[in-house]
């Protein structure tokens, strides 16, 4: 949406909201802004303005405050202070509910008043006010066309027809940043080429008046489904065929959404069409490639938070239930209830010692700890604490709403400070039971404490602590930087970049076993890294559209992501290996070798020898199970395909990319099939034995599949299918108003 601007200065608009104990803030701000050439608007508002929303407890507190955050344009939320919605402490109207929804449902930006820093200390309220959302979902949508246009070696059906369409994506590559280039990992001349070929295709298009839509596959796939079933009375089932079926051809969908589509596509396998069934088989192939959710949580949207338990097998939960807060344990992936029960208050973020038997809740009414084992809630602290952990079910560490880190005994309720920041990023815990904080002080240094001391001092510069993380050793850490990458930081050690690029929108970075991180963005949700080469290992809560929060468990190799009513539990992707490659040999009757972009298979038996195509570039290197059953190839261009033999024919079972997309130097078989590439990094492919029969996918979907899905995302597949292919519908979410 375009920002209102002064028709005689051309400067953008904005209208700031403030409480009135915050007015000395207000002005500084104004007048920062003004200087910066963003023009402040007096009384006088327009319902298009971006307001610059002032957050501080003061604020927050004061019932007729809220009410002045209009319904209108977008939001600028500064915080001056640590605060969160849960600050309000009181009942809300349903209006008060959506403005403050607002304020923090995206990502605010802290703003010290007096901060001498570059513009002022300003420059994140600027970058927030001159962000265009719009603009981002066009260049988002730009990229994924390119990426999957490039994917399917330039197929004219990734082309987009839309002229309209075409040309504002020309416009936007036209004015494209080294940054932006590098952020969506596109290369000029691809997208050059994607441009051009659209183009033609469009202006064909506009001449022709074709009335179809620009989605070529599901398109035909519509088609296909309305030429062969154009009766009269058409059963509910066949109705649901054709309506999943135009939601699964999509390969932009199913990367966000693989479980789903893996879903919808196993119901088609079932009982779809011929020319639904295909499609349904090359879908759920690549579905199970993909890294998917393995648990799911539903509860009220609000003051909500879960930690899992005991490897992943159960998981506590927070929830509203009313004015105050409800604990349950709940045995996992099936979310079912174990017992519950209710909390003297209202808390926001849930912490769990190591073994499992303890919980602690904290919030606006301090702490209180739940023994697990015996059910007994206690008060452990009446400070307002915005986060916490715990190192054992006697000792925990939380961090108070003024950013003072703090030690809380568990069983005398005792607490003690431990220092006091002017922000604080990262709080860990490590398995000898000291706390680590990185943090910034009031003097603009980044700071890594451990047990009260410094070990690491950093002056901040160009650098910020806000949406860093501590590596697992204690020792480094990783922050972002003004130049739009992270930066490693460690005692005695000049500072090094990473080249993994900071996101629009951040909210937090765990530095995990590995050497993998895990960065979380409300606009790109969880990425995975490997940080030696900035290696994406993949995204994990991609069900979510806004997570705000993420927790590691590398013991389990498991990530869980909250967000507003909605707690899922993903697979950490697996870094590189450090095992050999065993070289491939002729096994069991069965040879394969390269042929250019080909692989020729010869095998004794009822299958003739078969030249196996679809390979990108050229193939590089071949290896056979030592069953004969299944071969791993890999090509230039980092593709991997795992071919099973079927009842007739062969058939690639698993296609995949080399994460970095480094050129395949070898393959072959230990415990599941190996790549090595010639970045000098050795993966684990993906797996899908009997993946070329219909009933080796069906049963290799049902053991995989372990979470459920609302009525309404099940609309398409019927009863007697679910229980076939054992997909649950949720139950009723946890909580209520």
């Given at each position: 949406m375009a920002k209102p601007r002064d028709s005689r200065s051309n400067t953008v608009l904005v209208t700031l909201v403030h409480h009135p104990a915050d007015s000395p803030a207000a002005t500084e701000l104004a007048t920062r802004l003004a200087q910066a050439g963003v023009g402040v608007r007096g009384d006088g508002r327009s319902e298009k303005d971006l307001q610059v929303v002032l957050l501080s407890l003061q604020a927050l507190t004061d019932p007729d405050w809220i009410a002045q955050v209009r319904r209108g344009g977008p939001i600028v939320a500064v915080r001056l202070e640590a605060?969160?919605?849960?600050?309000?402490?009181?009942?809300?109207?349903?209006?008060?509910?959506?403005?403050?929804?607002?304020?923090?449902?995206?990502?605010?930006?802290?703003?010290?008043?007096?901060?001498?820093?570059?513009?002022?200390?300003?420059?994140?309220?600027?970058?927030?006010?001159?962000?265009?959302?719009?603009?981002?979902?066009?260049?988002?949508?730009?990229?994924?066309?390119?990426?999957?246009?490039?994917?399917?070696?330039?197929?004219?059906?990734?082309?987009?027809?839309?002229?309209?369409?075409?040309?504002?994506?020309?416009?936007?590559?036209?004015?494209?940043?080294?940054?932006?280039?590098?952020?969506?990992?596109?290369?000029?001349?691809?997208?050059?080429?994607?441009?051009?070929?659209?183009?033609?295709?469009?202006?064909?298009?506009?001449?022709?008046?074709?009335?179809?839509?620009?989605?070529?596959?599901?398109?035909?796939?519509?088609?296909?489904?309305?030429?062969?079933?154009?009766?009269?009375?058409?059963?509910?089932?066949?109705?649901?065929?054709?309506?999943?079926?135009?939601?699964?051809?999509?390969?932009?969908?199913?990367?966000?959404?693989?479980?789903?589509?893996?879903?919808?596509?196993?119901?088609?396998?079932?009982?779809?069409?011929?020319?639904?069934?295909?499609?349904?088989?090359?879908?759920?192939?690549?579905?199970?490639?993909?890294?998917?959710?393995?648990?799911?949580?539903?509860?009220?949207?609000?003051?909500?938070?879960?930690?899992?338990?005991?490897?992943?097998r159960q998981a506590a939960v927070i929830y509203r239930e009313g004015a105050a807060s409800s604990f349950a344990l709940l045995q996992m992936p099936a979310g079912e209830v174990l017992w519950a029960k209710p909390l003297p208050a209202l808390y926001l973020q849930l912490a769990a010692s190591p073994d499992g038997s303890m919980a602690l809740a904290v919030g606006a009414a301090g702490a209180v700890s739940i023994d697990i084992g015996t059910r007994e809630v206690k008060p452990v602290s009446d400070k307002r604490l915005s986060q916490a952990r715990l190192a054992n079910r006697d000792v925990g560490f939380a961090i108070s709403f003024d950013n003072a880190v703090i030690r809380l005994d568990l069983q005398s309720g005792t607490a003690a400070a431990l220092g006091t920041f002017a922000s604080v990023a990262d709080l860990t815990v490590t398995e000898t039971g000291a706390v680590l904080v990185l943090a910034e002080t009031a003097d603009r240094q980044i700071v890594l404490v451990n047990d009260g001391v410094r070990v690491l001092t950093v002056p901040s510069g160009a650098l910020r602590a806000v949406g860093g993380g501590i590596s697992p050793d204690g020792r480094q850490v990783m922050v972002p930087g003004a130049d739009g990458q992270y930066w490693v930081a460690a005692a005695g050690a000049p500072l090094r970049p990473t080249g993994i690029v900071v996101p629009y929108l951040p909210r937090s970075l765990i530095w995990t076993t590995g050497d993998r991180v895990v960065i979380l963005s409300s606009d790109r949700r969880g990425e995975v890294f490997y940080l030696p080469g900035a290696i994406p290992l993949g995204t994990v809560c991609k069900d979510m559209i806004r997570p705000a929060r993420i927790l590691v468990y590398p013991e389990a190799a498991l990530v869980s992501c909250v967000s507003d009513g909605l707690h899922s539990v993903w697979r950490l992707p697996e870094a590189p290996v450090a095992v050999a490659v065993p070289a491939g040999s002729a096994k069991a009757g069965v040879s394969a070798r390269a042929d250019g972009r080909t692989v020729v298979i010869s095998a004794s038996g009822s299958i003739p020898e078969t030249t196996m195509t679809g390979f990108k570039g050229e193939v590089t290197a071949v290896a056979v199970r030592g069953d004969g059953t299944q071969i791993v190839a890999g090509d230039s261009w980092g593709n991997v395909a795992i071919i099973e033999k079927g009842t007739s024919e062969w058939t690639v079972v698993v296609p995949w990319a080399v994460p970095g997309g480094a050129a395949v130097t070898a393959v072959g078989w230990g415990d599941g099939p190996l790549v090595a590439t010639a970045a000098g990094h050795t993966w684990r492919a993906p797996e899908c034995d009997g993946c070329a029969t219909d009933e080796g996918l069906l049963r290799t979907f049902r053991e995989r599949f372990d979470r459920c899905f609302t009525s309404r995302q099940l609309s398409y597949i019927d009863i007697e299918t679910r229980d076939s292919l054992g997909i649950r519908v949720c139950g009723a979410s946890l909580g209520r108003e």
């Open positions: 605060v969160s919605a849960g600050d309000v402490g009181r009942p809300l109207t349903e209006n008060e509910q959506l403005n403050l929804a607002r304020l923090f449902e995206i990502n605010q930006v802290t703003w010290l008043p007096g901060d001498p820093g570059p513009e002022g200390g300003i420059g994140a309220i600027l970058a927030g006010i001159a962000f265009d959302r719009a603009e981002y979902t066009l260049e988002r949508q730009f990229a994924e066309a390119v990426h999957a246009w490039k994917s399917d070696l330039a197929d004219e059906s990734r082309l987009i027809d839309d002229l309209r369409l075409v040309h504002e994506m020309r416009h936007l590559m036209r004015g494209f940043t080294q940054l932006q280039w590098h952020r969506w990992d596109l290369q000029p001349w691809p997208a050059q080429q994607f441009i051009e070929a659209s183009l033609r295709k469009a202006r064909k298009r506009s001449r022709r008046r074709l009335l179809w839509g620009t989605g070529a596959v599901i398109a035909a796939v519509l088609a296909i489904c309305t030429a062969v079933n154009l009766v009269p009375r058409l059963a509910q089932r066949e109705l649901d065929n054709r309506a999943a079926i135009a939601t699964i051809g999509d390969p932009e969908l199913l990367k966000e959404i693989p479980d789903w589509s893996a879903a919808q596509a196993a119901s088609l396998l079932l009982h779809g069409s011929v020319a639904q069934q295909e499609l349904a088989r090359r879908t759920l192939r690549e579905a199970l490639a993909l890294p998917w959710s393995v648990g799911t949580i539903y509860t009220y949207p609000d003051a909500s938070s879960y930690v899992l338990l005991n490897g992943g």
